[in-house]
């Protein structure tokens, strides 16, 4: 596996995100000099406030739906930039799909122009509502390209398309990392997601919604874990979609009891229709990220959620805010 030094300069879109502002910060932590680039359609300022004093980070506000243009020499990019909840991305359906096509375009010919590493964020969407459990790498999918879900699943899985042609015809050094529910500090209360969902609503001591009966399945990665796997990928020379996430698996609503628990709320649990083309399972095989990356979880569900809840208590009592 490859080392980087200490004169790297990292494009991230969608940096100001919830993974996107912990990418920024560990790739600082490395030596890097970090140019982050976000829109704050669902970014936040307050996420990368803190690393605006380092002489070695740059903010650009823009759009990468559009092209960019850089000045200077760039050793990675990273295309974070995407709504990623339901919430966002049905609220946002046609920004979902440019920057998932244009924007993934626009940043793997900056990464031919400047002869850098790109890394594409992927999702474990793109299996849609899976018919194997747990998914591998190799199963294509079972996706509705026309359903509500289909504006994020496909336009992922275009990104993924696109990624490997530059790879074959331009010969870009690529990566694809498909991410599971990950969470953690940063996520925003009002993300849609199951966890800030669940502790939000527990934290106000309001009934914790689940959909359907509960049973389908989920499992979160915590996000410090995450992104040591997309690090060390992006070190290799390999190709491929490679999955990230925690493979140990839990029921919705075994979640929301263990969210009341975490919690000390006296909420209740109460329940709703099931959502269009909701996955009723999810877990990532990680056998590749293990052979590959020497890469598994190592903060346990209930270690990361114990860090979480005291990042959401703080969000109850502080409004959120976007820019700057």
Known sequence: MGRYTDTMRTIITGGAG???SHLCERFLTEGHEVVCVDNFITG????????RGSDRFTFIRHDISHPLEIDGS???????ASPASPVDYLRHPIPTLKVGSLGTHNTLG??????????LASTSEVYGDPQQHPQREDYWGHVNPIGLRGVYDEAKRFAEAMTMAYHRYHGVGTHICRIFNTYGERMR????RVLPNFMGQALRGEPLTVFGDGSQTRSFCYVSDLVEGIYRLLATDFHDPVNLGNPHEVTILDFAREIIALTGSRSTIE??????????VRRPDITRARQLLGWEPRIDRHEGMQRTLEHFRRRVRKPEYRDF
């Open 18 to 20: 919830f993974v996107g």
């Open 44 to 51: 936040t300022a307050e996420n990368i406030e803190h690393l």
């Open 74 to 80: 760039v050793d990675n990019v990273l295309h974070f």
């Open 110 to 119: 900056l990464a031919k122009f400047k002869k850098a590493r790109y890394l």
């Open 189 to 192: 209360l009002d993300d849609g």
């Open 271 to 280: 329940f709703k229709p099931l959502p269009e083309d909701d996955p009723k």
